[in-house]
Antibody, heavy 119, light 107 residues
Framework: DVQLQESGPGLVKPSQSLSLTCTVTGYSITSDYAWNWIRQFPGNKLEWMGYISYSGSTSYNPSLKSRISITRDTSKNQFFLQLNSVTTEDTATYYC????????????WGQGTTLTVSS | DIVLTQSPATLSVTPGDSVSLSCRASQSISNNLHWYQQKSHESPRLLIKYASQSISGIPSRFSGSGSGTDFTLSINSVETEDFGMYFCQQSNSWIFTFGSGTKLEIK
């Protein structure tokens, strides 16, 4: 079965960078699909952040401008989120999710990792 | 960006009731609309894809309809395990967006 598992620091100081890892088991991230990061703010709003495709191409939400980078390590079947210059507004639960490349619905999700930005 | 407006924000129902949740898009999105359920402290779960297509493992009491700008998620005879948040999501535009959600709660 496909499983995704996020990991991260839990707490980051303002102006620093956050780095999160998504470890995928049960499916190779180079076979197919888009591998996404989605976050959920306090109050439940969901925001799609971006993806790295099975081929290695990336797409990002313009709202994150140049702060975001999604990369991967195919040998470990992992993909990563880096978000620079974080503020308290980046406090959220971060999910990784698999997206179907025909219509970009998200069929498998990780359990989420909570990130707090605070000094 | 395409804005998805969900209504109502909260729906209070009794188990056994049948309900309809609405999702309206700010512009036509064909049938590129998907529905998710999220229970407390869990990640979202895909319920319906392409507005009306069922997902393996999802109970048949869940169904979707609509196209263009107006979409509906229907639950036939709500069960206690169905209470939680419901979100719609569009993929017609490459900036994928979600609705703000409908909370289904026990009356």
């Amino acid at each position: 079965d496909v499983q995704l598992q996020e990991s991260g620091p839990g707490l980051v100081k303002p102006s620093q960078s956050l780095s999160l890892t998504c470890t995928v088991t049960g499916y190779s991230i180079t076979s197919d699909y888009a591998w996404n990061w989605i976050r959920q703010f306090p109050g439940n709003k969901l925001e799609w952040m971006g993806y790295i495709s099975y081929s290695g191409s990336t797409s990002y939400n313009p709202s994150l401008k140049s702060r975001i980078s999604i990369t991967r390590d195919t040998s470990k079947n992992q993909f990563f989120l880096q978000l620079n210059s974080v503020t308290t507004e980046d406090t959220a639960t971060y999910y990784c999710a698999r997206g179907a490349t025909d219509a970009y619905y998200f069929d498998y999700w990780g359990q989420g990792t909570t990130l707090t930005v605070s000094s | 960006d395409i804005v998805l407006t969900q209504s109502p924000a909260t729906l209070s129902v009794t188990p056994g009731d049948s309900v309809s949740l609405s999702c309206r898009a700010s512009q036509s999105i064909s049938n590129n609309l998907h529905w998710y359920q999220q229970k407390s402290h869990e990640s979202p779960r895909l319920l319906i894809k392409y507005a009306s297509q069922s997902i393996s493992g999802i109970p048949s009491r869940f169904s979707g309809s609509g196209s263009g700008t107006d979409f509906t998620l229907s639950i036939n005879s709500v069960e206690t395990e169905d209470f939680g948040m419901y979100f719609c999501q569009q993929s017609n535009s490459w900036i994928f967006t979600f609705g703000s959600g409908t909370k289904l709660e026990i009356k």
